[in-house]
Protein backbone atom coordinates (compact mmCIF):
# COMPACT_ATOMS: atom_id res chain seq x y z
CA UNK A 1 0.00 0.00 0.00
CA UNK A 2 1.44 3.38 -1.37
CA UNK A 3 1.64 5.73 1.62
CA UNK A 4 3.00 9.41 1.84
CA UNK A 5 3.26 10.68 5.72
CA UNK A 6 4.25 14.70 6.10
CA UNK A 7 5.68 16.01 9.37
CA UNK A 8 7.24 19.03 10.81
CA UNK A 9 4.59 21.53 10.40
CA UNK A 10 3.58 23.80 13.34
CA UNK A 11 3.46 27.28 14.48
CA UNK A 12 6.02 29.81 13.24
CA UNK A 13 6.87 33.33 13.66
CA UNK A 14 7.14 35.54 10.92
CA UNK A 15 10.86 35.40 9.48
CA UNK A 16 11.97 31.76 10.81
CA UNK A 17 12.25 28.64 9.39
CA UNK A 18 10.62 24.79 9.89
CA UNK A 19 11.50 22.00 7.97
CA UNK A 20 8.66 19.25 6.38
CA UNK A 21 9.69 15.80 5.88
CA UNK A 22 7.67 13.32 3.70
CA UNK A 23 8.21 9.42 4.27
CA UNK A 24 6.99 7.13 1.69
CA UNK A 25 6.32 3.46 1.60
CA UNK A 26 5.11 0.89 -0.60
CA UNK A 27 6.42 2.33 -3.73
CA UNK A 28 10.06 2.38 -5.37
CA UNK A 29 10.25 5.57 -4.37
CA UNK A 30 13.64 6.32 -6.20
CA UNK A 31 11.90 6.16 -9.10
CA UNK A 32 9.91 8.62 -8.59
CA UNK A 33 9.78 12.13 -8.78
CA UNK A 34 8.17 14.17 -5.47
CA UNK A 35 6.87 17.62 -4.88
CA UNK A 36 5.16 19.76 -2.49
CA UNK A 37 2.23 21.51 -3.24
CA UNK A 38 0.16 23.87 -0.40
CA UNK A 39 -3.16 24.59 0.37
CA UNK A 40 -4.06 28.00 2.38
CA UNK A 41 -7.29 27.48 4.23
CA UNK A 42 -10.27 27.28 2.15
CA UNK A 43 -8.40 28.27 -0.45
CA UNK A 44 -7.05 26.17 -3.90
CA UNK A 45 -4.18 24.47 -4.29
CA UNK A 46 -0.47 26.02 -4.66
CA UNK A 47 2.24 24.24 -6.60
CA UNK A 48 5.56 24.86 -4.34
CA UNK A 49 8.54 22.80 -4.87
CA UNK A 50 9.47 19.60 -7.11
CA UNK A 51 12.28 17.64 -7.53
CA UNK A 52 13.16 14.38 -10.26
CA UNK A 53 13.62 10.67 -9.09
CA UNK A 54 16.94 11.02 -8.43
CA UNK A 55 17.00 14.48 -6.79
CA UNK A 56 19.44 16.08 -9.20
CA UNK A 57 17.05 17.96 -10.55
CA UNK A 58 15.21 20.69 -8.32
CA UNK A 59 12.51 23.28 -9.24
CA UNK A 60 10.55 26.07 -7.25
CA UNK A 61 7.47 28.49 -8.07
CA UNK A 62 8.74 31.84 -8.27
CA UNK A 63 6.91 32.84 -5.10
CA UNK A 64 9.38 30.68 -2.46
CA UNK A 65 12.68 30.54 -4.73
CA UNK A 66 15.32 31.76 -2.48
CA UNK A 67 13.16 31.01 0.58
CA UNK A 68 12.58 26.88 -0.01
CA UNK A 69 14.67 24.50 -0.86
CA UNK A 70 13.43 20.84 -1.58
CA UNK A 71 15.58 18.09 -1.47
CA UNK A 72 15.62 14.09 -1.20
CA UNK A 73 17.36 10.79 0.95
CA UNK A 74 16.56 8.42 -1.33
CA UNK A 75 18.00 6.07 1.21
CA UNK A 76 15.66 7.14 3.83
CA UNK A 77 12.39 6.99 1.26
CA UNK A 78 11.91 10.75 2.35
CA UNK A 79 11.67 14.01 1.11
CA UNK A 80 12.18 16.92 2.85
CA UNK A 81 11.43 21.01 2.43
CA UNK A 82 13.36 23.50 3.72
CA UNK A 83 11.41 26.89 4.53
CA UNK A 84 13.27 29.87 5.65
CA UNK A 85 12.10 33.27 6.41
CA UNK A 86 8.34 32.62 6.43
CA UNK A 87 5.57 34.71 5.96
CA UNK A 88 2.40 35.01 6.81
CA UNK A 89 1.34 33.87 3.10
CA UNK A 90 2.93 31.19 3.30
CA UNK A 91 0.31 29.40 6.02
CA UNK A 92 -1.43 26.17 4.31
CA UNK A 93 -1.56 22.73 4.71
CA UNK A 94 1.47 21.34 2.67
CA UNK A 95 1.24 18.18 0.74
CA UNK A 96 4.03 15.77 -0.41
CA UNK A 97 2.89 14.26 -3.34
CA UNK A 98 4.67 11.41 -5.86
CA UNK A 99 4.51 11.30 -9.93
CA UNK A 100 6.12 9.33 -12.40
CA UNK A 101 7.13 13.08 -13.70
CA UNK A 102 7.54 16.03 -11.25
CA UNK A 103 4.89 18.04 -12.75
CA UNK A 104 2.32 14.89 -11.99
CA UNK A 105 0.76 13.90 -8.79
CA UNK A 106 -0.68 10.72 -9.29
CA UNK A 107 -0.74 10.17 -4.82
CA UNK A 108 -0.85 12.50 -2.36
CA UNK A 109 -0.01 12.41 1.65
CA UNK A 110 -2.37 13.78 4.01
CA UNK A 111 -0.85 17.25 4.47
CA UNK A 112 0.99 19.11 7.46
CA UNK A 113 -0.19 22.25 8.75
CA UNK A 114 2.06 25.34 8.36
CA UNK A 115 0.72 28.57 10.63
CA UNK A 116 3.33 31.89 10.36
CA UNK A 117 2.00 33.99 12.93
CA UNK A 118 3.31 36.34 15.92
CA UNK B 1 2.34 33.55 -10.82
CA UNK B 2 -1.28 33.53 -12.26
CA UNK B 3 -3.59 30.90 -11.83
CA UNK B 4 -5.52 28.90 -14.54
CA UNK B 5 -8.84 29.94 -14.79
CA UNK B 6 -11.79 27.86 -13.85
CA UNK B 7 -15.41 28.69 -12.87
CA UNK B 8 -15.99 28.98 -9.26
CA UNK B 9 -18.78 26.52 -9.50
CA UNK B 10 -20.90 23.91 -11.64
CA UNK B 11 -24.43 21.93 -10.81
CA UNK B 12 -26.10 19.33 -11.78
CA UNK B 13 -28.42 16.24 -11.43
CA UNK B 14 -27.67 12.41 -11.05
CA UNK B 15 -27.24 11.11 -14.40
CA UNK B 16 -26.51 13.99 -16.04
CA UNK B 17 -23.02 15.26 -17.78
CA UNK B 18 -21.24 18.60 -16.82
CA UNK B 19 -18.24 20.30 -18.20
CA UNK B 20 -15.45 22.08 -15.61
CA UNK B 21 -13.15 23.98 -18.59
CA UNK B 22 -9.66 25.35 -17.43
CA UNK B 23 -8.42 28.06 -19.44
CA UNK B 24 -4.62 28.81 -19.28
CA UNK B 25 -2.58 30.93 -22.28
CA UNK B 26 -0.20 29.43 -25.01
CA UNK B 27 2.34 29.26 -22.35
CA UNK B 28 0.61 26.79 -20.19
CA UNK B 29 -2.62 24.95 -21.54
CA UNK B 30 -2.03 26.18 -24.91
CA UNK B 31 1.59 24.79 -25.38
CA UNK B 32 2.01 21.59 -24.00
CA UNK B 33 -0.17 18.53 -23.10
CA UNK B 34 0.86 18.49 -19.57
CA UNK B 35 -2.92 19.36 -17.98
CA UNK B 36 -4.29 17.07 -15.12
CA UNK B 37 -7.23 17.26 -13.07
CA UNK B 38 -7.43 16.35 -9.61
CA UNK B 39 -10.87 16.04 -7.14
CA UNK B 40 -10.60 16.89 -3.56
CA UNK B 41 -13.28 16.06 -1.08
CA UNK B 42 -13.78 17.96 2.17
CA UNK B 43 -10.96 17.54 4.60
CA UNK B 44 -9.20 14.86 1.99
CA UNK B 45 -5.73 14.84 -0.01
CA UNK B 46 -6.39 15.65 -3.79
CA UNK B 47 -6.75 12.06 -6.07
CA UNK B 48 -5.60 12.32 -9.44
CA UNK B 49 -8.16 11.90 -12.30
CA UNK B 50 -6.71 12.49 -15.58
CA UNK B 51 -3.19 13.26 -16.87
CA UNK B 52 -1.50 14.29 -19.91
CA UNK B 53 -4.79 15.68 -21.29
CA UNK B 54 -6.44 12.92 -21.74
CA UNK B 55 -5.17 9.74 -20.15
CA UNK B 56 -6.81 8.01 -16.69
CA UNK B 57 -5.26 6.36 -14.12
CA UNK B 58 -6.52 2.71 -14.05
CA UNK B 59 -8.63 3.20 -10.85
CA UNK B 60 -10.55 5.97 -12.40
CA UNK B 61 -13.86 5.78 -13.39
CA UNK B 62 -14.52 5.80 -17.24
CA UNK B 63 -17.01 8.35 -16.50
CA UNK B 64 -14.15 10.82 -16.25
CA UNK B 65 -12.72 11.97 -19.22
CA UNK B 66 -10.25 15.15 -20.25
CA UNK B 67 -9.93 17.14 -23.82
CA UNK B 68 -7.97 20.46 -24.99
CA UNK B 69 -8.94 22.71 -27.58
CA UNK B 70 -6.78 25.58 -28.16
CA UNK B 71 -6.03 27.18 -24.67
CA UNK B 72 -8.96 26.08 -22.99
CA UNK B 73 -8.73 22.40 -20.90
CA UNK B 74 -12.21 19.70 -20.46
CA UNK B 75 -13.33 17.98 -17.61
CA UNK B 76 -16.33 16.12 -18.66
CA UNK B 77 -17.96 14.05 -15.97
CA UNK B 78 -20.69 11.67 -17.87
CA UNK B 79 -23.63 10.01 -15.48
CA UNK B 80 -23.34 11.72 -12.39
CA UNK B 81 -23.60 10.34 -8.82
CA UNK B 82 -24.05 12.27 -5.70
CA UNK B 83 -20.17 11.21 -4.86
CA UNK B 84 -18.75 13.15 -7.25
CA UNK B 85 -19.69 16.46 -5.29
CA UNK B 86 -16.42 17.80 -4.45
CA UNK B 87 -13.79 20.35 -5.87
CA UNK B 88 -11.99 19.86 -9.15
CA UNK B 89 -8.50 21.48 -9.73
CA UNK B 90 -6.55 21.64 -13.27
CA UNK B 91 -3.25 22.19 -13.35
CA UNK B 92 -0.64 22.48 -16.22
CA UNK B 93 3.03 22.88 -16.90
CA UNK B 94 3.45 26.49 -17.86
CA UNK B 95 6.94 27.34 -19.44
CA UNK B 96 10.19 27.78 -17.64
CA UNK B 97 9.87 24.51 -15.81
CA UNK B 98 7.16 25.96 -13.07
CA UNK B 99 3.39 24.30 -12.63
CA UNK B 100 0.76 26.22 -12.38
CA UNK B 101 -2.85 25.31 -10.71
CA UNK B 102 -6.38 26.08 -11.75
CA UNK B 103 -8.33 28.16 -9.02
CA UNK B 104 -11.11 25.36 -8.27
CA UNK B 105 -14.15 24.37 -9.18
CA UNK B 106 -17.22 23.51 -6.53
CA UNK B 107 -19.32 20.40 -7.93
CA UNK B 108 -22.80 20.63 -6.45
CA UNK B 109 -24.95 17.37 -7.52
CA UNK B 110 -28.21 18.56 -6.89
Known amino acids: EVQLLESGGGLVQPGGSLRLSCAAS????????MSWVRQAPGKGLDWVSA????????YHADSVKGRFTISRDNSKSTVYLQMNSLRADDTARYFC???????????WGQGTLVTVSS | QSALTQPASVSGSPGQSITISCTGT?????????VSWYQQHPGRAPRLLIY???SRPSPISTRFSGTKSGNTASLTISGLQAEDEADYYCSSYRHRNTLVFGGGTKLTVL
Open chain 1, 97 to 107: AKGTSWELHDF
Open chain 1, 26 to 33: GFPFSSYA
Open chain 1, 51 to 58: TSASGGTT
Open chain 2, 52 to 54: DVI
Open chain 2, 26 to 34: TSDVGGYNY
